[in-house]
């Protein structure tokens, strides 16, 4: 079983940054990926960026590509996104997950055959 709590959200300006992180407790295994998903009022929940365990190149969403950066490290089960140059555009609930991959886009978000954390809210203000 794996648990994941994810920290460092807030309110900010346009314009600013913040760091997301995600702890995680179990064990993850090496044909896992995780990722950073979002979810905004009224919208659909969309994949973010997300990382492969083993290694690799992330993937971004293209909205938030060249303003935000996912990493991991694997010693420590931590999950990091570094957001910066952030949009009004960019409030959401922030979730942090972890699933075995199984082919197609790790940007895909799931219902099942994985973990999800309970969420920290990003607002930001124009």
């Known amino acids: 079983q794996v648990q994941l709590v994810e920290s460092g959200g807030g309110s900010v300006q346009a314009g600013g940054s913040l760091r997301l992180s995600c702890a995680a407790s179990?064990?993850?295994?090496?044909?896992?990926?995780m990722g950073w998903f979002r979810q905004a009022p009224g919208k659909t929940r969309e994949g973010v960026a997300c990382?492969?365990?083993?290694?690799?190149?992330?993937v971004y969403a293209d909205s938030v590509r060249g303003r935000f950066t996912i990493s991991r490290d694997n010693a420590k089960k931590m999950l990091y996104l570094q957001m910066n140059s952030l949009k009004p555009e960019d409030t959401a609930m922030y979730y942090c997950?972890?699933?075995?991959?199984?082919?197609?886009?790790?940007?895909?978000?799931?219902?099942?055959?994985?973990?999800w954390g309970q969420g920290t809210q990003v607002t930001v203000s124009s």
């Open positions: 997950a972890a699933r075995r991959w199984a082919g197609g886009s790790c940007l895909t978000p799931f219902n099942t055959s994985g973990y």
């Open positions: 179990g064990y993850i295994y090496d044909n896992y990926y």
């Open positions: 990382i492969f365990i083993s290694g690799g190149s992330p």
